[in-house]
């Protein structure tokens, strides 16, 4: 793992820092990263034995960072974000791995200790939260109840704060005596988002938060994301299958594939030139309106059997770069020059790949393979091994 | 992507291994669900026992009891050859009792069919025909939902004896029961149609119910094939239920003297012991063993029909 | 690749080499241009290039619908109910004129609330309209209705449905499924409809198909459910398929999968699309025509090329601009993104005039109080907006949120007034 939790503070953490309303947890170390997750495995025991969900994941956010997780349902990425507070069904656990917030390890927290962090630290927007409020409860008690139960505050301190959190989502605050039903759906998803501020947390972390929404309103609702993170120094997680969205809002991105991370980097890098063949399928399957060429690439088969997963890289049976060695060996993390971290076996070192020119115009993707089955011949891609295929 | 579940790791392919690509057999399992619990093998316990009472009474205490017939002295105690006592007329308790299960328990079918049958049927079209049709089934059944049921039973009686005569039979079955029979039925059927309305509302939003009319199947079929299939978990609790409360209103219909006196329903039996004198003489042995059956009886269609809900109810998350 | 979802298929505890072997000759069947299916299978989806259909523009017009009208009436108690008095209505589809030529992918793009699903279920007989006209093949279909009248009608229009787990009855395996329209319209005879049932499914890419047939739905993944769904479709041999949203439910990898089959299958048996979705990127990659909609109205029909890259419509415009994309905005390449205030309003409380101009950035004077009609904007093109009453004109790129209000929260309790609590 390439992260170093030692790694100081910068300038702009600490003048985020600065802003919160509410003190540092006792045991926090004020020079430490926000968040460090370091070789992270969650397992699951089912009925037909124990999968490992979330298998050796690392990565680290920063203070006013947006970092976006991105792959197919049952990639493991909702699994990561919601094992951080331990919010995993009955039948998961963290099996190893550290979770440092501010440099307090979560993992050993008993129950009780934990709910310290839940909610005051790190607030959670799941998807299609805004049809789980209350119908019978007024939007302004619904978004003033974390204050009231998680700040000990009074009952008109908590209201007057949630009047405050509505017109900072944008909801004037005389709708706070209104009912859900009242709303709009964008409007009950902004009240939703209220709630995840209520309590002054370090961490947002939104999993699907627009998929449920209208392009129109999930536009509106990435637009606030992205004015909160601006005014208040929030570092927000993404977890979206919609690539879209992280690359509107998310300074980094970790694309995830059965459980382990397959590339990370910065959103400017990964998208432009990605350098895991899953993040280029990934990519290229993405319908894009703004690319010039209607095309769109496959990703043939499936994920692969959680049980029993392939022993090498994960993706090696649907990956057309598969070598010997991918289906025996897993791939170790290379980070690069550029911020970009790669498991992968066409990259085995950091120097081996030439990669696309920083200083260049972008390049547009290649979408898609020619028909005539060539190879996709894209920059700062290796050739292709192929004399281990079959003839 | 649901939160908070588990991202579905079992691809759905390897769940089911090669060969055995079956159906679970669902009626073991089932019947084992409802085994599983508590309530749900109590229940059936003391229904089985009740049934093979009222199915061969005369095997275990020979048969019933007239006044003729009659071998005990009058209200004798329990004890000496008369477990549960005798009655005014030296009739053994215990013998009436065993032979009223058959009497109780065959109004309670037939009326539980009754209900059943009309609920279930003008609850589906309701709900699935709509509109005004669901209007007036649905006002109608208000009506009936707010007759009480004794007050019915006390004017149909003698209008339907009246008609058909007293002593006449339909399918050996003596008019009085059918008169009782037909006053639970009309009186029930509306809470079960109201129950399964409801149920077809919601199933009838279902992709799979527009599929089938695109697809050109009649609301005939649509109703039979895509909509019942879906009620039947509820049209079977709903027709254990029926039966409990069939029972308990045979039972005070036969006390307050609207039952058939040749035919010794539980209740005719509590209505002979009042009218006796029984409470008055503390002959308790010949209130307490029909009146503890009405209970247990009841009790059991409760204890199954509450286990048959939550195991029938796709929402509790015991079947799958 | 010519297979469905893979190997997904085989059960892996069984041979998890089997899975590997397979893989890997899928791998050299895709690298290997002589074992490549040739033009059949191409390796992406590939819709028609710029230039429009590839439908013969003489080709015959399948379906035309002329002033189409579904009003729902908003009834109150009991009393109302039975003496069908209405209080107010609904106007989920409010007036649209659309056709469709044999053949062709026509896209009805629009927001929930715009009325496409409505509209697809008028075509497909599920929703009876309440004004204007369905035009089969030349042959006014609109009054045809109940389940024996429409018998021959539905074996000409199928709909797939958006969500596979809700379609397919657990209990039934996937034989009886897609066996379902034949036993109900009473085609063929026991055998020759499980021949059929099979040709469908091995159709929609399910092979081999004798084994698809024996499963049940919990067996199968989401792509394959859907493949399933395509089938029971495919079954009756239809002409116009309606397809609401049929890949909004699936992982982008198989999304794209479907929509190729899709697209074979049009080629193969020459199949009409009406395909809805909210989604405008999908409707861009797949379909010849794009119609967008909003609160039951047409705002701009016109070939996909057209429409998403010179919109007519200030709508359109904002929809194709806040389309999703995975280009970072760093970039710099993409245009400005107009986002409208505000959420589309109750069709219960249609907005005089053009019912889009509360939230219209370019609305004027005649917006408020006079409609626009689809006004000819080039060639097949065509946009409802006073703006191109003159002919085409290049939109303005306006930034909304600062048009209207200047500060978030006065767009937003804009939005809040357009949005009428039911």
Same mark, same amino acid.
């Given at each position: 793992?390439?992260?170093?939790?030692?790694?100081?503070?910068?300038?702009?953490?600490?003048?985020?820092?600065?802003?919160?309303? =509410?003190?540092?947890?006792?045991?926090?170390?004020?020079?430490?990263?926000?968040?460090?997750?370091?070789?992270?495995?969650?397992?699951?025991?089912?009925?037909?034995?124990?999968?490992?969900?979330?298998?050796?994941?690392?990565?680290?956010?920063?203070?006013?960072?947006?970092?976006? @997780?991105?792959?197919?349902?049952?990639?493991?990425?909702?699994?990561?974000?919601?094992?951080?507070?331990?919010?995993?069904?009955?039948?998961?656990?963290?099996?190893?791995?550290?979770?440092?917030?501010?440099?307090?390890?979560?993992?050993?927290?008993?129950?009780?200790?934990?709910?310290?962090?839940?909610?005051?630290?790190?607030?959670?927007?799941?998807?299609?939260?805004?049809?789980?409020?209350?119908?019978?409860?007024?939007?302004?008690?619904?978004?003033?109840?974390?204050?009231?139960?998680?700040?000990?505050?009074?009952?008109?301190?908590?209201?007057?704060?949630?009047?405050?959190?509505?017109?900072?989502?944008?909801?004037?605050?005389?709708?706070?005596?209104?009912?859900?039903?009242?709303?709009?759906?964008?409007?009950?998803?902004?009240?939703?988002?209220?709630?995840?501020?209520?309590?002054?947390?370090?961490?947002?972390?939104?999993?699907?938060?627009?998929?449920?929404?209208?392009?129109?309103?999930?536009?509106?609702?990435?637009?606030?994301?992205?004015?909160?993170?601006?005014?208040?120094?929030?570092?927000?997680?993404?977890?979206?299958?919609?690539?879209?969205? @992280?690359?509107?809002?998310?300074?980094?991105?970790?694309?995830?594939?059965?459980?382990?991370?397959?590339?990370?980097?910065?959103?400017?890098?990964?998208?432009?030139?990605?350098?895991?063949?899953?993040?280029?399928?990934?990519?290229?399957?993405?319908?894009?309106?703004?690319?010039?060429?209607?095309?769109?690439?496959?990703?043939?088969?499936?994920?692969? *059997?959680?049980?029993?997963?392939?022993?090498?890289?994960?993706?090696?049976?649907?990956?057309?770069?598969?070598?010997?060695?991918?289906?025996?060996? $897993?791939?170790?993390?290379?980070?690069?020059?550029?911020?970009?971290?790669?498991?992968?076996?066409?990259?085995?070192?950091?120097?081996?790949?030439?990669?696309?020119?920083?200083?260049?115009?972008?390049?547009?993707?290649?979408?898609?393979?020619?028909?005539?089955?060539?190879?996709?011949?894209?920059?700062?891609?290796?050739?292709?091994?192929? %004399? *281990?295929?079959?003839? | 992507?649901?939160?908070?579940?588990?991202?579905?790791?079992?691809?759905?392919?390897?769940?089911?291994?090669?060969?055995?690509?079956?159906?679970?057999?669902?009626?073991?399992?089932?019947?084992?669900?409802?085994?599983?619990?508590?309530?749900?093998?109590?229940?059936?316990?003391?229904?089985?026992?009740?049934?093979?009472?009222?199915?061969?009474?005369?095997?275990?205490?020979?048969?019933?009891?007239?006044?003729?017939?009659?071998?005990?002295?009058?209200?004798?105690?329990?004890?000496?050859?008369?477990?549960?006592?005798?009655?005014?007329?030296?009739?053994?308790?215990?013998?009436?009792?065993?032979?009223?299960?058959?009497?109780?328990?065959?109004?309670?079918?037939?009326?539980?069919?009754?209900?059943?049958?009309?609920?279930?049927?003008?609850?589906?079209?309701?709900?699935?025909?709509?509109?005004?049709?669901?209007?007036?089934?649905?006002?109608?059944?208000?009506?009936?939902?707010?007759?009480?049921? @004794?007050?019915?039973? @006390?004017?149909?009686?003698?209008?339907?004896?009246?008609?058909?005569?007293?002593?006449?039979?339909?399918?050996?079955?003596?008019?009085?029961?059918? $008169?009782?029979?037909?006053?639970?039925?009309?009186?029930?059927?509306?809470?079960?149609?109201?129950?399964?309305?409801?149920?077809?509302?919601?199933?009838?939003?279902?992709?799979?119910?527009?599929?089938?009319?695109?697809?050109?199947?009649?609301?005939?079929?649509?109703?039979?094939?895509?909509?019942?299939?879906?009620?039947?978990?509820?049209?079977?609790?709903?027709?254990?239920?029926?039966?409990?409360?069939?029972?308990?209103?045979?039972?005070?219909?036969?006390?307050?003297?609207?039952?058939?006196?040749?035919?010794?329903?539980?209740?005719?039996?509590?209505?002979?012991?009042?009218?006796?004198?029984?409470?008055?003489?503390?002959?308790? =042995?010949?209130?307490?063993?029909?009146?503890?059956?009405?209970?247990?009886?009841?009790?059991?269609?409760?204890?199954?029909?509450?286990?048959?809900?939550?195991?029938?109810?796709?929402?509790?998350?015991?079947?799958? | 690749?010519?297979?469905?979802?893979?190997?997904?298929?085989?059960?892996?505890?069984?041979?998890?080499?089997?899975?590997?072997?397979?893989?890997?000759?899928?791998?050299?069947?895709?690298?290997?241009?002589?074992?490549?299916?040739?033009?059949?299978?191409?390796?992406?989806?590939?819709?028609?290039?710029?230039?429009?259909?590839?439908?013969?523009?003489?080709?015959?017009?399948?379906?035309?619908?002329?002033?189409?009208?579904?009003?729902?009436?908003?009834?109150?108690?009991?009393?109302?109910?039975?003496?069908?008095?209405?209080?107010?209505?609904?106007?989920?589809?409010?007036?649209?004129?659309?056709?469709?030529?044999?053949?062709?992918?026509?896209?009805?793009?629009?927001?929930?609330?715009?009325?496409?699903?409505?509209?697809?279920?008028?075509?497909?007989?599920?929703?009876?309209?309440?004004?204007?006209?369905?035009?089969?093949?030349?042959?006014?279909?609109?009054?045809?209705?109940?389940?024996?009248?429409?018998?021959?009608?539905?074996?000409?229009?199928?709909?797939?449905?958006?969500?596979?787990?809700?379609?397919?009855?657990?209990?039934?395996?996937? %034989?009886?499924?897609?066996?379902?329209?034949?036993?109900?319209?009473?085609?063929?005879?026991?055998?020759?409809?499980?021949?059929?049932?099979?040709?469908?499914?091995?159709?929609?890419?399910?092979?081999?198909?004798?084994?698809?047939?024996?499963?049940?739905?919990?067996?199968?993944?989401?792509?394959?459910?859907?493949?399933?769904?395509?089938?029971?479709?495919?079954?009756?041999?239809? /002409?116009?398929?309606?397809?609401?949203?049929?890949?909004?439910?699936?992982?982008?990898?198989?999304?794209?999968?479907?929509?190729?089959?899709?697209?074979?299958?049009?080629?193969?048996?020459?199949?009409?699309?009406?395909?809805?979705?909210?989604?405008?990127?999908?409707?861009?990659?797949?379909?010849?025509?794009?119609?967008?909609?909003?609160?039951?109205?047409?705002?701009?029909?016109?070939?996909?090329?057209?429409?998403?890259?010179?919109?007519?419509?200030?709508?359109?415009?904002?929809? $194709?601009? $806040?389309?999703?994309?995975?280009?970072?905005?760093?970039?710099?390449?993409?245009?400005?993104?107009?986002?409208?205030?505000?959420?589309?309003?109750?069709?219960?409380?249609?907005?005089?005039?053009?019912?889009?101009?509360?939230?219209?950035?370019?609305?004027?004077?005649?917006?408020?109080?006079?409609?626009?009609?689809?006004? /000819?904007?080039? *060639?097949?093109?065509?946009?409802?907006?006073?703006?191109?009453?003159?002919?085409?004109?290049?939109?303005?790129?306006?930034?909304?949120?600062?048009?209207?209000?200047?500060?978030?929260?006065?767009?937003?309790?804009?939005?809040?007034?357009?949005?009428?609590?039911?």
């Amino acid at each position: 793992m390439t992260v170093d939790p030692r790694d100081p503070v910068g300038s702009a953490a600490a003048e985020i820092r600065g802003r919160r309303q =509410w003190p540092l947890p006792k045991l926090a170390d004020p020079k430490a990263p926000l968040l460090v997750v370091d070789d992270l495995t969650v397992r699951f025991r089912m009925p037909a034995g124990s999968v490992k969900a979330v298998d050796g994941v690392s990565f680290r956010l920063d203070d006013g960072e947006a970092l976006g @997780i991105a792959g197919e349902s049952g990639c493991g990425k909702t699994t990561t974000a919601l094992s951080l507070v331990r919010l995993l069904p009955a039948n998961g656990r963290i099996k190893s791995g550290k979770v440092e917030l501010f440099g307090i390890d979560l993992v050993p927290k008993t129950e009780s200790q934990l709910a310290r962090y839940r909610w005051r630290e790190i607030s959670i927007v799941f998807q299609g939260a805004m049809n789980a409020l209350n119908p019978v409860q007024r939007i302004g008690d619904q978004v003033g109840e974390p204050i009231e139960i998680r700040l000990g505050q009074s009952r008109e301190s908590a209201r007057k704060r949630a009047g405050e959190l509505l017109e900072l989502v944008g909801i004037p605050r005389k709708r706070a005596d209104a009912y859900p039903h009242e709303l709009s759906g964008g409007m009950r998803q902004r009240a939703i988002i209220a709630m995840a501020l209520a309590c002054d947390p370090a961490i947002v972390i939104g999993d699907e938060p627009t998929t449920a929404l209208d392009v129109m309103v999930q536009a509106q609702i990435l637009q606030l994301l992205e004015q909160l993170r601006h005014d208040l120094g929030l570092s927000l997680m993404l977890i979206t299958h919609d690539l879209s969205v @992280i690359a509107e809002t998310c300074d980094r991105v970790m694309v995830m594939y059965a459980g382990r991370v397959a590339e990370e980097g910065p959103v400017s890098r990964v998208f432009t030139a990605p350098r895991h063949p899953y993040t280029r399928k990934l990519l290229s399957s993405f319908p894009n309106i703004h690319a010039d060429r209607r095309t769109l690439d496959v990703i043939a088969g499936a994920l692969p *059997d959680p049980r029993n997963p392939p022993p090498g890289c994960r993706f090696a049976p649907r990956c057309s770069f598969a070598m010997d060695v991918c289906r025996e060996v $897993v791939p170790p993390e290379v980070r690069f020059a550029d911020g970009v971290r790669v498991a992968c076996h066409l990259f085995p070192t950091a120097d081996t790949a030439p990669l696309v020119q920083a200083s260049g115009p972008s390049v547009p993707l290649s979408i898609g393979r020619p028909a005539d089955g060539a190879h996709e011949a894209a920059p700062g891609m290796p050739a292709p091994v192929t %004399g *281990d295929r079959a003839p | 992507m649901t939160p908070l579940v588990a991202p579905d790791p079992l691809p759905p392919v390897a769940a089911a291994p090669a060969g055995a690509r079956r159906r679970p057999g669902r009626a073991r399992t089932f019947v084992g669900q409802v085994l599983a619990r508590n309530d749900g093998r109590i229940g059936l316990l003391i229904l089985i026992a009740f049934a093979v009472l009222a199915a061969f009474p005369d095997l275990f205490v020979g048969r019933l009891e007239t006044a003729t017939t009659a071998t005990g002295r009058s209200l004798q105690p329990p004890g000496g050859g008369y477990l549960f006592g005798t009655d005014e007329l030296g009739r053994d308790v215990l013998n009436m009792t065993v032979h009223g299960a058959r009497i109780s328990m065959a109004i309670g079918l037939m009326a539980t069919m009754i209900t059943v049958v009309f609920g279930a049927l003008l609850g589906i079209i309701a709900g699935y025909v709509g509109g005004r049709t669901d209007t007036v089934i649905m006002r109608i059944s208000d009506f009936f939902l707010v007759l009480p049921t @004794i007050v019915l039973a @006390i004017i149909l009686a003698p209008v339907i004896l009246d008609i058909v005569g007293a002593d006449a039979e339909l399918f050996g079955i003596r008019a009085t029961m059918i $008169v009782i029979v037909v006053v639970i039925g009309l009186t029930s059927w509306a809470t079960t149609a109201r129950i399964i309305r409801s149920q077809v509302l919601s199933i009838k939003m279902r992709m799979f119910v527009d599929r089938a009319r695109v697809i050109g199947s009649g609301p005939g079929r649509i109703m039979r094939r895509h909509v019942l299939p879906n009620v039947i978990n509820l049209i079977v609790a709903q027709a254990v239920l029926t039966f409990a409360i069939a029972v308990f209103t045979e039972t005070t219909l036969a006390f307050i003297g609207l039952g058939d006196p040749f035919a010794p329903s539980w209740g005719q039996i509590l209505n002979a012991a009042q009218s006796a004198g029984a409470p008055g003489l503390g002959a308790w =042995w010949y209130i307490a063993p029909p009146a503890v059956c009405v209970v247990l009886v009841v009790l059991a269609f409760t204890l199954v029909g509450n286990a048959l809900d939550d195991v029938l109810n796709p929402k509790s998350g015991a079947r799958r | 690749m010519t297979h469905p979802d893979g190997h997904g298929v085989v059960p892996h505890d069984e041979a998890f080499h089997e899975a590997e072997r397979e893989a890997a000759a899928a791998h050299a069947a895709a690298h290997d241009p002589g074992l490549q299916a040739p033009p059949a299978h191409p390796a992406h989806v590939h819709a028609p290039g710029p230039g429009g259909s590839p439908v013969a523009a003489d080709a015959p017009e399948i379906l035309r619908l002329t002033g189409l009208e579904v009003h729902f009436p908003v009834r109150g108690g009991l009393f109302d109910i039975l003496t069908r008095r209405t209080r107010g209505v609904v106007r989920a589809v409010d007036g649209i004129d659309l056709s469709i030529r044999k053949g062709e992918i026509l896209a009805l793009v629009g927001e929930s609330g715009s009325g496409k699903t409505t509209t697809g279920r008028v075509v497909v007989k599920l929703t009876r309209q309440t004004g204007g006209t369905v035009t089969v093949d030349g042959k006014d279909v609109s009054a045809l209705w109940g389940t024996r009248a429409l018998r021959a009608y539905r074996r000409r229009v199928q709909l797939i449905f958006q969500d596979p787990y809700e379609t397919l009855n657990p209990k039934h395996t996937v %034989g009886e499924f897609v066996m379902e329209p034949l036993i109900v319209n009473n085609i063929g005879v026991r055998h020759e409809r499980m021949g059929v049932a099979l040709a469908a499914l091995d159709a929609a890419g399910l092979r081999p198909a004798a084994d698809y047939a024996s499963r049940y739905p919990h067996e199968l993944s989401g792509g394959q459910r859907q493949r399933v769904v395509i089938a029971g479709a495919l079954v009756m041999n239809p /002409e116009l398929v309606v397809a609401d949203e049929p890949v909004s439910m699936l992982d982008v990898s198989i999304r794209t999968e479907l929509l190729r089959l899709m697209l074979d299958l049009r080629r193969e048996r020459g199949l009409t699309y009406l395909f809805i979705t909210h989604d405008l990127s999908i409707a861009w990659v797949l379909a010849d025509r794009i119609a967008v909609m909003y609160l039951g109205k047409i705002m701009e029909i016109g070939p996909a090329e057209q429409v998403i890259r010179t919109p007519r419509n200030p709508y359109t415009q904002a929809l $194709v601009s $806040v389309s999703p994309s995975p280009d970072p905005p760093a970039a710099g390449a993409r245009a400005a993104r107009t986002i409208l205030v505000g959420e589309t309003p109750d069709a219960a409380h249609v907005p005089s005039g053009c019912r889009f101009h509360p939230r219209c950035p370019l609305a004027f004077d005649r917006c408020t109080v006079e409609e626009p009609p689809l006004f /000819e904007v080039g *060639d097949g093109h065509q946009a409802a907006c006073w703006l191109a009453e003159a002919g085409p004109l290049d939109l303005p790129v306006i930034d909304a949120v600062q048009a209207v209000g200047g500060s978030e929260v006065a767009a937003v309790e804009a939005g809040v007034a357009a949005d009428t609590p039911s």
